[in-house]
């Protein structure tokens, strides 16, 4: 009967091709049962076909001759059991194998205490590789191994040179791969030429370099210098000043033979001012100072390493890898940029690089002073301060693209909590005093530091963006350390400092990264605080009580630490009568930031609502700012049963207002709805009233005051555009006038002949430009007219600026007919009662 197994049909195609969704046939189920039965028993007649191999390879290493492999042997008590394959045999005569009888074959197995008992190693052997270079380990030593290249009898010579073979040159076949200086004479000689060269020990006992061999061919010119010196200092008579000699000739034979073409070509293109893409290499030395545009601003760092590669769209370019002065927060120190020259064809004159030796700079001397001072200034911003800024503030957005913003007005400088509050973004340094160990010499400057992509456009590179690695222990410090309190930057660590300065927009509120030549000094306006409105004894409450708490805040606390340190005053009255002014007010006086704050900044969603308070506050506490809430309504509206999700902000708030450590101000302008809660944590409450005749007067006053201010200011400056418009007609009870001729106008004859075109445009604006910026002619007998319509204060301000632009338009000074036309053309948004209109009689009447 025939086995099913050796004789496998397969049905019908049609049959056999199928999915789990159809229905198999009793003889196609039958076929695939076997196939399986087949696959099964192949399986394992290849299992044993392994163990067979396997027994056979150790049994011929257990039978080696004595004295091959001494250190194998094992020492103890050995177990022979035995193993029975179902393999083939001979028939016991020596005669042919018999098929299907067992093998009896011999294994050892140890006694599991004598594992890893024995005195010795064992010796394994990497076997003949396959065509994906994989191997099995064997004891025998394989047969195709040579003697070893370097011995005895090679550590004779001076220099040992190993070459490879060649393709890409058609004059050779062979090229250096690799020197090792081994003269003593020759590293001693080469201990003065490669002094300082970064990544380079002379005094090794093998003193390797490979590559571009970067080392020897940066310092060419002092190796070629030195044997010339040498040369001329040598006596015949001295056999070891000779001998010297000879082994330094022997070094720059060899590589004036090998990189002949590149020392040539190198000295030949920067003799001549201009370099080509391949001789890069050449050009910039690790170590040495290299001047870079980025973003505007001009750099000098120290070369840390170069090497060719690509930039992000895989084109090729040749990176550098700088070195600059940066500061943390912390502590002074080293961080790194990598810059990148993409690739060119031919030549390109090295000053139009846009790094390049600082050497190759046409004025080097002024820009060295220039960047000394510059780091001289940011070296004084070290720390937390207070400064006003006008330029460009830009930070790091999604996907890694800057976001910039044009910034006018008040900054925080403080790079600590830069990375307080900003720890996705924070900087940190290697310490001054730390030398960064850079690539290996002559490997063609090895991998580039971390950090940002550098490129030749100012916007597409990595300005100052290297992390410089997170601190070891993970925490930030207090404060700065004391020994950099101490740390004095020198010229050098200044002229490498970066121009940016880390802080913080108060207007924008937003975290960015300052110029720091935008960075200018506050003018405070001393005139602030005067100018509030509000009775004598009041004012001195308010500058009493917040100066004095700024000063000794720490010497009150609560049962708990920290809670209840800080000030809370609730300013509360109608809109105009200065509750905003007073918060400005005092911080003006007290010279610190005021940062103003709204429900809106803070967003109605609960679960980041407190994360966002709690960060303002804390950066509030750590500038001794004062935090104005203004129109605070939302939070100190009383709580209702029915708006649990305004409730849940309330309750936020008032928690987390209990461990603020600064000076608070809420304004609102309804008490009436306040929340009981808040009564507790109120310290002081000041009610506002509408502003009186007297108190109108003063307000007018002032602002006619800052007018006529800002109208000497603007006068000392010249006019902004000389152009027709110094002919434009003034507009008189919403007519055109024509305008009178001028002086200039009327000249006949050959006075005005000389008179050019530009001459007499240019003399018009200037006559206008002085009319604009006059004083105001508003007198006390106006201002008593005034004062009598029932006004608030940011009404006033709005109508005086109105009939500024009216006056200046018409090139005229402020007078009270231009506040006139003003208010009889706005009246509709003035308060509407008796008074006023009994006062709006007398005034357009």
Known sequence: MSNPLDALVPPDEDHFFFTDDDEIDEETRIYRLALLRRIKRDREALNRQRRRKMARRDADSSSEPEGEGEADQVNGTTKVITIVTPATTTDGKGGTPKEGEPEKEKLVKLDPEEIGMSVGYKNLYSGKEDKRGRFQWQTTIPEDLGKPAEDAESEKWAIIVRHVKTYHDPKKVLSVHSIVVQSPLLKELLKDVLAGYPGVTVGLKRLEFSGRFEPLIHRWPELVKSIKELRERTDSDDAKADERLKHAELLQELLATEF?????????????????????????????????????????????????????????????????????????????????????????????????????????????????????????????????????????????????????????????????????????????????????????????????????????????????????????????DEDNKRVTLSDEQKMICTPLVRGYALKEKLWLNFFVNAVQDIDFSSRAFDSLVLPRNQKELILGFTATQQSYRSQFDDVIEGKGRGIILLLCGPPGVGKTLTAESVAEEMKVPLYMMSAGDLGLDPRHVEAKLQGILDMCTRWNAILLLDEADVFLEERSLHELERNKLVSIFLRVLEYYEGIMFLTTNRVQTFDAAFQSRIHISLNYQELDTKSRKTVWKNFLAQHDLAQISARDRPPKALFSAAKTKPITNGHLEPTSPTPADQTDGPAAAETSPADKEKSEAEALHHKRTLPHEITEKDLSKLCDMSMNGRQIKNILKTAQLLASKRGEGLSFEHVKTVMEVTQHLHNSNQENERTKSSLFN
């Not at 073409?261 to 190198?266: L, T, V």
């Not at 912390?330 to 390109?348: D, F, H």
């Not at 693209?401 to 990375?419: A, L, M, P, Q, S």
Request: proline share 4%.
């Open 260 to 480: 002949k073409d590149s020392i040539d070509s190198a000295t030949d293109l920067k003799s001549q001012g201009v370099m080509t893409y391949e001789h890069l290499w050449t050009l910039f030395q690790p170590g040495s100072l290299v001047f870079s545009k980025q973003q505007s601003q001009d750099r000098i760092f120290r070369l840390h390493g170069s090497r060719y590669g690509q930039d992000r769209n895989g084109n090729p370019v040749y990176w550098l890898t700088c070195q600059y002065v940066d500061y943390d927060g912390t502590r002074w120190g080293t961080n790194k940029l990598n810059v990148c020259i993409p690739a060119y064809e031919g030549t390109r004159p090295i000053t139009s690089l846009q790094t390049q030796p600082l050497d190759f700079h046409g004025d080097k001397t002024a820009l060295i002073e220039r960047l000394i001072e510059r780091g001289g200034k940011v070296e004084t911003l070290a720390g937390s301060h207070y400064r006003a800024y006008n330029g460009v503030g830009w930070r790091m957005g999604n996907m890694n693209v800057k976001e910039k913003y044009t910034v006018k007005g008040r900054v925080v400088i403080d790079t600590y909590g830069w990375n307080r509050f900003n720890p996705n973004m924070s900087v940190y340094v290697t310490a001054l005093h730390v030398k960064d160990v850079p690539a290996a010499a002559g490997t063609g400057g090895g991998a580039l530091a971390v950090g940002e992509y550098g490129g030749e456009d100012e916007y597409d590179d990595g300005f100052d963006s290297d992390d410089g690695g997170m601190p070891v222990d993970g925490f930030f410090a207090d404060e700065e």
